[in-house]
């Protein structure tokens, strides 16, 4: 979202527009968890049909629904494309020939993880914590699928 432009050279999503990987993963799971409590509900119980919506759950229901939207928007326009590039490398191939320790220092593996937003899993200090997250982000990259 941060880097897709328009034809004109012109950002595509405003600075107010962006969402976190955190942020939409959030949305997911509170709809999920939505969708499952709603088919658990009986549609014939009186008290939950007449219930009132309270104002801070609907903001928060239409907020999510614009982020959905903007989302699959997002998604129709840019289609995670390979190869996922950073600063002119490509990780995709890096993360397939096993040569992402071997290039970059830990500071660098923290700010590609910080712009790609992928969440880190162990210790801070190593590497591996590092490239493990990249490795599961460039799963999600249409070339795993060759």
């Not at 999920?32 to 088919?39: G, H, N, P, S, V």
């Not at 989302?71 to 129709?76: C, H, L, S, T």
């Not at 191939?93 to 910080?114: I, R, S, T």
């Amino acid at each position: 979202m941060r880097t897709i432009k328009c034809t004109n050279g012109k950002l595509r999503f405003s600075p107010e527009e962006w969402r976190t990987a955190k942020q939409i993963g959030g949305f997911f799971s509170r709809y999920a968890a939505a969708q499952r409590k709603q088919l658990t509900m009986s549609p014939n119980v009186p008290e939950l049909e007449n219930k009132e919506i309270d104002e801070n759950d609907l903001e928060a229901w239409e907020a999510e629904t614009n982020l959905q939207k903007l989302q699959n928007k997002v998604f129709d326009e840019i289609d995670f494309a390979h190869p996922i590039e950073f600063n002119g490398n490509n990780i995709c191939k890096l993360v397939k020939g096993g040569k992402l320790a071997k290039k970059f220092k830990v500071a660098e593996l923290k700010e590609m993880c910080n712009f790609f937003e992928v969440d880190i899993d162990g210790p801070l200090g190593h590497k591996k914590s590092y490239i493990k997250s990249l490795e599961v982000l460039v799963q999600s990259c249409n070339c795993s699928l060759d």
